[in-house]
């Protein structure tokens, strides 16, 4: 039997069903998605929140004339689904198969690829403008989650939005009320209460039962007016803020009625200006295990049971399971550290801080730039604190690091989890700009621990950094064995030594890896030291006065090559007169796609088997092996 989803290869053949029609393919939507993600992991819990409104989206709007802009975008697989790719989520995420954001290189219906919050807004005034200025006609719709509402950049451009009532984009709040864990703050409380929000009878009661619970007996009647007035201004109040900014508002609707969705959406459509539909939605809806996933309703999941939801491949101890546990024995002796997050409080390990200590733990919402200014602040008031992000959205926050952090020579530490190649989530997410970017800050200090023990160790030395920014970064894997010292010279860790032609110096986790090249290398009779420098800004002098004493210096490092480890070696050798030549291992300096993380390495030839080629082939040509 075709079933209904197989006969939808484009937004055109949804308009066409009716309602017992939608309600099915709604249905058979979750179907497929649990089914299909379940096998490959993913995003499961926003998109089977979404799955009524990115229908009712495309019914309503005509993509890709009215350009729909998915915030984020790991709440879009619905509209793949509906925009003819169905097929491609055998595939999802993999090495090769399709993204698990949207992507332009896919189909005209995505606008972009980016999967940084907040954004959206911003693509939708650009394109609102350009639609105006070229003279086409049509909407801008923007899909914008109540997490990815708390980050500034949205705010920016709801100023300037609102500053012209004749472009017509349609902002849709997706308000499922969590980000990962529950949204928070004032915005946050902000759309609780529209969600909230009484009818207008209730408002009228409201304000009658002010009235009558005002005294009116010694008390003159002006004061019982006022209260039954704010009564009335306190009900409406929510909806004011938007208004306010000069922004009609619709809303709240309830975004799994198809019917009542598809009103609101036509409404806004014959606006003809800035419109905000808000539209509350359930996490993971249709689906027990996620709408029952306290953590985060399955926001991401790995490979799960179908039925159960649970985790058919889990994962061994992480890096971010040491750091959990190390930041919470530092938590018991130091009562000056205090943890931030933005938005990431399980997915960065500091669940066991939160929960040991939850008065000195913020999550800031989606504001890595106010997380690092608001992290100065608390070190400027005496407190330590450790400021726990994914590497790659550090970028936000680079120039308050630098000017706020680090020209104030405050003590925060930044912990970059998911640093380097992170596997199925693609080019934006890769965190390969780090060290780059990292590099040009005076007085940071950056550490790369290469297992478990190390990781402990230099988050301690992190911490008792009082006059300047420090930084430890790590991957997201599974933490690997223990990597013991031969011997510590300076702050230069030797992990192996079999003789001077070679000085392998290692970043962090790829360690392991270094030692298994040298032991190829050894085995064609070539004498390699392999070292770990721990930390890798300042440039360790010990490390410059090792390679004065080989004959090639090779870096390894999973990060970008541009202003990476090895350049930064490279230059500290000139201005040491060290003349030995250097060859720096890192990743190229393009997006790279998705994929395992071993695969993309693999690509960039980031294995034990390339660094030894690529070594001997260096030493052949320069001429100085035995
Ligand atoms: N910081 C940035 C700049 N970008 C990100 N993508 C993240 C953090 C990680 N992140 C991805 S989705 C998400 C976060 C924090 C939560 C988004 O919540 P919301 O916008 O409400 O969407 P929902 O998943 O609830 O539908």
């Known amino acids: 039997m075709v079933t209904l989803l197989e006969s939808v290869h484009g937004p055109a053949d949804l308009k066409r069903m009716d309602d017992a029609q939608l309600k099915q393919l709604c249905d058979e939507i979750r179907r497929f998605l649990v089914d299909k993600v379940s096998r490959t992991g993913g995003h499961l819990g926003p998109n089977l929140g979404v799955v009524e409104l990115t229908v009712a989206l495309h019914r309503v709007f005509d993509s890709p004339q009215d350009p729909i802009v998915f915030d984020t975008g790991h709440q879009s697989y619905v509209h793949k689904i509906v925009t003819g790719r169905r097929d491609g989520f055998d595939d999802l995420r993999q090495q090769g198969g399709m993204s698990g954001y949207p992507s332009r290189s896919e189909s005209a219906h995505d606008v972009q690829g980016n999967s940084h919050a907040s954004t959206a807004l911003s693509y939708a005034d650009g394109l609102a403008k350009a639609k105006q200025l070229n003279g086409t006609n049509g909407h801008v719709v923007a899909v914008v989650g109540d997490g990815a509402l708390t980050g500034g950049m949205c705010w920016e451009a709801l100023n300037n939005i609102a500053a012209d009532k004749t472009r017509p984009v349609v902002i849709v709040v997706n308000d499922n009320g969590r980000s990962y864990s529950p949204t928070i703050g004032g915005l946050a409380d902000h759309l609780s209460s529209l969600r909230l929000r009484p009818g207008y009878e209730r408002v009228l009661e409201k304000g009658k039962s002010a009235l009558q619970q005002t005294p009116i007996f010694g008390k003159p009647l002006y004061a019982a007016l006022h209260a039954a007035k704010r009564g009335i201004k306190d009900a409406l109040a929510p909806q004011a803020m938007f208004e306010d900014l000069g922004l009609k508002y619709i809303g709240p609707v309830d975004g799994h009625d198809m019917a009542t969705l598809e009103s609101a959406l036509q409404r806004a459509k014959s606006f003809g200006g800035p419109v905000i539909v808000h539209a509350v939605t359930r996490k993971g809806m249709g689906f027990a295990p996620a709408e029952n996933h306290e953590a985060d309703q399955m926001h991401a999941t790995g490979v799960i049971d179908p039925i159960t939801g649970e985790n058919l491949k889990p994962s061994k101890r992480t890096w971010t399971h040491v750091f959990s546990d190390s930041l919470v024995e530092i938590g018991h002796e130091r009562q000056d550290v205090v943890a931030i997050t933005a938005a990431m409080q399980g997915p960065t390990g500091l669940d066991a801080f939160a929960k040991a200590f939850p008065s000195r733990f913020y999550d800031v919402g989606i504001a890595e730039q106010h997380a690092l200014t608001s992290a100065a602040g608390l070190a400027i008031g005496g407190l330590h604190p450790v400021v726990a992000v994914y590497a790659t959205f550090l970028n936000r926050a680079f120039d308050q690091l630098l000017m706020d952090v680090a020209l104030h020579e405050q003590g925060v530490t930044v912990v970059l989890d998911r640093a380097g190649v992170t596997g199925p989530d693609g080019a934006s997410h890769h965190g390969m700009w780090d060290m780059s970017i990292l590099g040009v ?107 004065a004493s080989h004959k090639l210096v090779v870096t390894v490092e999973d990060g970008g090559r541009h202003g990476g480890f090895g350049s930064a070696l490279a230059a500290a050798l000139r201005d040491a007169d060290v003349e030995v030549p250097l060859r720096d291992i890192a990743l190229p300096q393009r997006f790279h796609d998705h994929g395992e993380r071993g695969e993309v390495l693999a690509l960039c030839g980031i294995t034990a088997q390339d660094v030894a080629r690529r070594v001997t082939e260096w030493a052949a040509r320069l001429d100085c092996l035995p």
């Open 441 to 547: 800050i005076p007085g940071i200090h950056v550490a790369a621990p290469r297992d478990a023990g190390t990781l402990a160790e230099e988050l301690r030395e992190a911490v008792a950094i009082s006059d300047a920014p420090s930084v430890i970064r790590y991957p997201k894997a599974s933490v690997g064995p223990d990597l013991p010292a031969l011997e510590r010279v300076g702050c230069v860790d030797v992990l192996r030594r079999s003789g001077d032609d070679v000085l392998l110096v290692t970043v962090g986790a790829l360690g392991e890896l270094g030692l298994e090249a040298a032991q190829r290398l050894e085995d064609q009779g070539i004498g390699v030291t392999v070292v770990d420098p721990r930390w890798i800004y300042p440039m360790p002098a010990d490390l410059v006065e090792m390679a």
